[in-house]
DNA sequence: GTGTTTACTTTTTTT
DNA sequence: AAGTAAACAC
């Protein structure tokens, strides 16, 4: 491998400096992945073991992505060198030493709906009103404060005993959240300065990607686990995570903290045509906290930025199969060459079925997960509650799912025993069946007496031995989860079926995790710990010809050749939530737009609607202002599509007359 | 006490 | 459009 010559010389600097800190500011499309990788590459061929370097991400798709980068570049097998997630970095730490804090190894890991679910639980035991409590905002809140990104003030102070009540449910049911998995690594490091001593020994090499993604506290966890050996790479204006507590200023603080690191940037693009970086420069620049760069491309101007102005978000889903298939044709491009980018997930909906209209294949990223759906969910708070019964959150969710009679006295009953002992309800059932008398236990409690029993008896099958995919399939058996699904589904047979067949993927996806010989240790705790972490786009390979449907969130780091932007709408982004939330603030919305915009290599299109459905009625919408902030001259303006609304006009009169007919 | 129906809200982005 | 909670029915 000759790097000098597939390098500029800013990126050489950037592959071949390895001692040190190292901070490379990469602008958008400047071939930020080129470098990490060729850099790793490097240093495993100037003799680094792999396992002394640390690479960290922010998703799974971006590490994967980079393992198989290097995998192709190296050509070795990658064994012990650690690409892997912030978060999934903090899960194996806490695999190893939480005993040290205080909790037990078949620790769950609680997401979003969990942690949701405790906080209401949590208000509820405190007398909270309902109708008073945001859940959304006060998850987002307890994540503030967790973080040390706020502080409880006036307006907050009276949730602080829900906040204490849910830290202190969450280590009752030895659980923790998504915060606690870069949290109690860097306590474990407070209070154990041997493990911290352990780590940083055997990490001299550290690589963080988006760095300017990453949280106050993730920075801290860095700064504690650097020795000297670090490198980062960010682009401030591409932070767009601002609201999950990622702060572009640590990019500062790198510099204060490593006062001796060396500054590289990355400035040229070679993505976008010039005018599609022309107008990208023209709308960042109006943003004011930023780092000045000067990004530049030497790929020809290429074709103007085309705006059309659709009447409805129909038109605009019509307006953009449409193009696609003339474009795929006249430039003669595979579908996956396309992508769609959109603000928010509900967007996505009236674009799919126009594309489904059109017979264009599409994948869709984000939205809601596979692992979202409600029989996967069942399926997963089962083996939860094998791994950790004290888990009082997915305890509840599976009790009385399928119905197995016990109903909400029988959950009040256990609940409030469990207040009263400060224990978990797996410990207060326990306790109900042993402390009442054989006959009262057997007349009164016998549903709970068997479901108990029936989790003491899966517990030991889960636990010993191999094949957790056979032996869910015989749980589905068991339990006949899918006698239920007929039952509760039985208007709609049809989803009865798609639900059955999910949780056949869903088991076929456990057995081909279970037999893949990159699984180093398969077993329930492994499984359960990797899966709350997926999430989103798991293991669905995209590009087989399809057309990529994403929000911007999930478009970072990807690019295509033709890009539409779809909503490009005032209120949509910015979005009117994010603004009001920011005190007017649109930097952030700019930035996103900002990341939108440079997706694009060759050619770009923005729609932007003048009328929209929203839940049931139909609102007026106006153009993005973010679009004036494009400079004219690489615009190109396109009046609504009239033809189409008289379309539409004679499909209704076709219609009327059909029915006239009949 | 449990199961079913009805009324009602709601999420911007994701590890 | 879907998920939840409260009201209602058994």
């Given amino acids: 491998m000759d790097i000098t010559h597939e390098l500029n010389p800013e990126q050489l600097k950037a592959v071949t400096k390895i001692d040190g800190a190292v901070l490379i500011i990469a602008g958008a499309g400047s071939g930020k992945t080129r470098v990490i990788t060729f850099r790793i590459a490097n240093m495993l061929n100037s003799g680094i073991p792999q396992s002394q370097i640390l690479a960290l991400t922010f998703t799974n798709k971006a590490a994967r992505e980079m393992e198989t980068r290097i995998k192709e570049m190296t050509a070795r097998k990658l064994q012990n060198l650690s690409i892997s997630t912030f978060h999934a970095f903090g899960v194996k730490l806490l695999r190893k030493y939480i005993h040290l804090l205080g909790w037990r190894e078949n620790f769950s890991i609680y997401d979003e709906t969990d942690k949701g679910q405790l906080i209401k639980d949590c208000g509820r035991e405190l007398k909270f009103s309902d109708d008073n409590l945001n859940i959304y905002e006060l998850s987002a809140l307890f994540s503030q404060i967790k973080g040390g990104v706020k502080d409880w003030d006036k307006t907050t102070i009276s949730y602080k005993t829900i906040f204490d009540e849910y830290q202190n449910n969450l280590k009752l049911y030895n659980a923790v959240d998504f915060d606690d998995l870069i949290l109690l690594p860097i306590k474990l490091f407070q209070t154990h300065p041997e493990v911290l001593n352990e780590i940083k020994q055997q990490y001299k090499y550290i690589m963080v990607d988006e760095f300017q993604d990453t949280s106050l506290q993730q920075y801290y966890f860095l700064k504690k686990i650097a020795d000297k050996n670090i490198c980062v790479v960010g682009d401030d204006d591409q932070s767009i995570y601002s609201w999950r507590g990622a702060n572009y200023e640590n990019i500062k603080m790198f510099e204060t903290d490593f006062p001796n690191c060396i500054e590289i940037k990355l400035e040229q693009n070679y993505r976008s045509t010039e005018t599609i970086l022309a107008a990208a420069n023209g709308v960042i620049s109006h943003n004011k906290m930023r780092k000045e760069k000067s990004l530049w491309s030497s790929n020809g101007s290429g074709k103007p930025i085309e705006i059309y102005i659709?009447?409805?978000?129909?038109?605009?889903?019509?307006?953009?199969?449409?193009?696609?298939?003339?474009?795929?044709?006249?430039?003669?491009?595979?579908?996956?060459?396309?992508?769609?980018?959109?603000?928010?997930?509900?967007?996505?909906?009236?674009?799919?079925?126009?594309?489904?209209?059109?017979?264009?294949?599409?994948?869709?990223?984000?939205?809601?997960?596979?692992?979202?759906?409600?029989?996967?969910?069942?399926?997963?708070?089962?083996?939860?509650?094998?791994?950790?019964?004290?888990?009082?959150?997915?305890?509840?969710?599976?009790?009385?799912?399928?119905?197995?009679?016990?109903?909400?006295?029988?959950?009040?009953?256990?609940?409030?025993?469990?207040?009263?002992?400060?224990?978990?309800?797996?410990?207060?059932?326990?306790?109900?069946?042993?402390?009442?008398?054989?006959?009262?236990?057997?007349?009164?409690?016998?549903?709970?007496?068997?479901?108990?029993?029936?989790?003491?008896?899966?517990?030991?099958?889960?636990?010993?031995?191999?094949?957790?995919?056979?032996?869910?399939?015989?749980?589905?058996?068991?339990?006949?989860?899918?006698?239920?699904?007929?039952?509760?589904?039985?208007?709609?047979?049809?989803?009865?079926?798609?639900?059955?067949?999910?949780?056949?993927?869903?088991?076929?996806?456990?057995?081909?995790?279970?037999?893949?010989?990159?699984?180093?240790?398969?077993?329930?705790?492994?499984?359960?710990?990797?899966?709350?972490?997926?999430?989103?786009?798991?293991?669905?390979?995209?590009?087989?010809?399809e057309v990529q449907i994403l929000t911007i969130h999930a478009a970072k780091g990807l690019e295509f050749p033709v890009v539409f932007i779809a909503g490009v709408e005032d209120h949509i982004i910015p979005h009117a939530r994010s603004v009001e939330e920011n005190g007017g603030n649109v930097e952030e919305e700019r930035r996103l737009f900002y990341v939108a915009l440079t997706r694009a290599q060759q050619k770009l299109f923005l729609t932007s609607c003048q009328h929209r459905r929203h839940l049931k009625d139909i609102i007026e919408c106006s153009p993005s202002p973010f679009i004036q902030e494009i400079p004219s001259e690489l615009v190109t303006y396109h009046e609504p599509v009239i033809q189409t609304s008289q379309e539409q006009i004679a499909d209704m009169f076709a219609k009327i007359r059909q029915k006239f007919n009949t």
Wanted: with cysteine.
């Fill in 310 to 545: 659709p009447v409805d978000d129909k038109e605009e889903a019509h307006f953009i199969a449409d193009k696609i298939l003339v474009e795929r044709q006249e430039l003669n491009l595979k579908y996956s060459d396309f992508g769609i980018l959109v603000r928010t997930n509900h967007l996505i909906r009236t674009l799919e079925e126009a594309l489904l209209n059109a017979n264009i294949p599409y994948h869709i990223s984000g939205g809601s997960s596979f692992f979202d759906r409600k029989e996967i969910k069942d399926v997963i708070s089962y083996l939860r509650i094998f791994a950790n019964p004290d888990d009082d959150i997915n305890l509840l969710r599976i009790i009385n799912t399928p119905r197995r009679g016990i109903g909400k006295r029988s959950i009040e009953i256990i609940s409030e025993l469990a207040n009263k002992e400060k224990c978990t309800l797996y410990f207060a059932i326990k306790k109900l069946i042993l402390s009442s008398g054989e006959l009262e236990a057997e007349k009164k409690y016998n549903e709970l007496k068997l479901f108990f029993e029936f989790i003491n008896e899966q517990r030991k099958i889960f636990l010993s031995g191999k094949g957790i995919a056979k032996k869910v399939r015989k749980l589905m058996d068991e339990i006949k989860y899918f006698d239920y699904l007929l039952q509760e589904y039985s208007k709609n047979e049809k989803v009865a079926r798609v639900k059955f067949m999910n949780i056949e993927r869903l088991i076929q996806s456990i057995d081909e995790w279970e037999n893949n010989p990159d699984t180093l240790d398969a077993n329930l705790f492994t499984y359960l710990n990797r899966i709350t972490l997926l999430s989103r786009d798991d293991g669905e390979e995209p590009d087989k010809g």
